[in-house]
């Protein structure tokens, strides 16, 4: 009851349905071969259960797509993420808390060969204007959640999120609707996947199959950039 869970007359909310080992709220990561939606390869749905348990699973399967690629230049050896991994995270669990679940829609991930995008229903709170937003003021849609996710680690503070993606990535990684709000993030340097890499929970390498491709899985001059770690497990 401390939780906000209950209703004054004893019903459970529909924070706590959301929180349930099982509901019937599905969230999707779906895998496109290409930069555009004409070839699915992989729709993997996470959800009948605990929204936690749900993002969890999701972020695990995000973090073996966004790899890590190693660059030697000289005896320099760097590694740096398709996408910065607290962005990614953060922008995940934004979805997820700050969807609108009312109208029976789910965060919606989808991963291309060249970007991720993250997609929430419901748009801006109609108390926050986008220029608010930006400025990193929150309104939490769903508060009971917001609490819950903070009280697990999963979220610092309010706004704080919004200020993770901004200091990597400028507000046009942003595209808001008046029902929706989506995220985007464009792999760096131009950097792709190997499609192989988005199926299943575990993909291998076979052959010369990698999960980068261009620049990053070539050597180019005095700089030689090696899979290693970059490889999906």
Do not use: W
């Amino acid at each position: 009851e401390n939780l906000g869970l209950k209703t004054d007359d004893g019903k459970y909310t529909y924070a706590a349905y959301l929180l349930a080992d099982k509901n019937d709220i599905t969230m999707r990561v779906a895998g496109y071969a290409g930069t555009d939606k004409l070839n699915l390869i992989s729709n993997d749905e996470y959800g009948y259960t605990s929204i936690i348990t749900a993002a969890q699973k999701i972020l695990e399967k995000l973090d073996i797509i966004n790899t890590n690629r190693a660059a030697v230049d000289g005896i320099q050896r760097t590694e740096k993420r398709l996408i910065d991994a607290n962005a990614l995270r953060e922008a995940v669990i934004n979805a997820i808390v700050h969807n609108d679940y009312t109208h029976g829609l789910s965060p919606v991930i989808e991963i291309y060969t060249d970007r991720i995008e993250i997609t929430s229903a419901g748009g801006l709170p109609a108390e926050l204007s986008e220029e608010e937003f930006y400025h990193g003021y929150s309104a939490p849609r769903n508060r009971t959640l917001m609490r819950i996710f903070r009280d697990l680690g999963y979220v610092e503070h309010l706004g704080n999120g919004l200020r993770k993606i901004l200091s990597k990535y400028d507000k046009t990684v942003f595209t808001i609707t008046p029902h929706f709000l989506k995220v985007i993030f464009r792999f760096e340097n131009e950097d792709t996947i190997d499609s192989t890499c988005l199926v299943g929970e575990k993909a291998s390498l076979n052959g010369d199959s990698a999960c980068l491709k261009g620049e990053s899985a070539s050597l180019n001059g005095d700089k030689a950039y090696f899979e290693g770690d970059s490889a999906c497990l």
